[in-house]
């Protein structure tokens, strides 16, 4: 693996906003994550939370359908990707299984270490990203736009865009709020309510709230990305197999299957780097 060392830039302000440069994510980084379980879970609505079975299912669909995108619209310019709010780099290894790409990642919780199969991960945020500019041929947001600060989505996507080459691609997930079941809290309707509602509700959900989540569609990603100078190559809905729901909703994610369809769980989208 090339050393990304040619490509780091200097750090400024995330120097100064963010958990340790150095060593690993802490325990309490792990459970206060968007989707840790709570003790026990709260309700009837505890069941609702994915075991690790389910989220590997999960993951591997998810990597396999974003991998098919990445093999059908990147490049082949430098052989690099990134992945922006990777996390502990369990996407980012399964992607890295269906492409030829070598990639890094960046996620503001954690320390520089390693993903499980050794590819380089760094402390970062999307609207200052620690790489030199045009270095990758693309960049994967998957279920991260939600997670930006609306004040910060469009710094955030011109910096991705400044890390791309031209013609590089950014492709990734954003999941619909306005699903009846939403995805983060495990609440129904969660997405149709104002933030301050949202707020309160949330104490009945399952899962921890974490860093924050907003409602936002594929229009808002779609209209900031074209402003930050990408076009638009693709944007589908995508819904994950029953077998990734939990064993208690299986029933009901078969019967939606074809609804689903129509109301998406998420979409799926590919925007390009304008030269």
């Known amino acids: 693996m ?60 998810l990597a396999q359908t974003l991998a098919e995108l990445v093999n059908s619209h990147a490049p082949t310019k430098t052989g690099r990707g990134l992945e922006v709010g990777c996390q502990w780099g369990v996407l980012l290894d399964c992607l890295a299984g269906y492409t030829t790409l070598r990639w890094w990642g960046v996620d503001p919780v954690i320390g520089r270490h390693r993903s499980r199969s050794g590819w380089e991960l760094f402390n970062g945020f999307a609207d200052d990203l620690p790489f030199g500019d045009s270095v990758f041929d693309c960049v994967v947001l998957a279920n991260v736009y939600e997670h930006i600060d609306p004040d910060r989505r469009a710094a955030s996507l011109r910096e991705i865009r400044r890390v791309l080459v031209p013609g590089g691609i950014l492709v990734g997930q954003l999941p619909n709020p306005h699903f009846p079941l939403e995805s983060h809290s495990k609440l129904p309707f969660m997405g149709w309510l104002p933030p301050r509602w949202q707020d309160t509700y949330w104490k009945l959900s399952p899962a921890r709230r974490g860093p924050g989540f907003h409602s936002v569609t594929i229009r808002d990603l779609r209209r900031r990305a074209e402003r930050a100078g990408f076009e638009r190559l693709l944007v589908r809905n995508f819904s994950y197999p029953p077998e990734a729901a939990p064993t208690s909703v299986r029933w009901l994610a078969r019967v939606l299957e074809r609804p689903m369809k129509v109301m998406p769980w998420a979409w799926q989208f590919v925007f390009s780097r304008s030269r």
């Open 2 to 61: 090339t050393s990304p060392k040619v490509m780091l830039r200097s750090r400024t302000r995330s120097d100064l906003r963010s958990p340790s440069w150095g060593g690993r994510a802490t325990h309490q980084t792990r459970r206060t994550s968007p989707g840790a379980r709570q003790t026990g879970g709260i309700g009837l609505v505890g069941n609702l939370l994915p075991s690790p079975e389910e989220w590997a299912v999960r993951n591997q669909a």
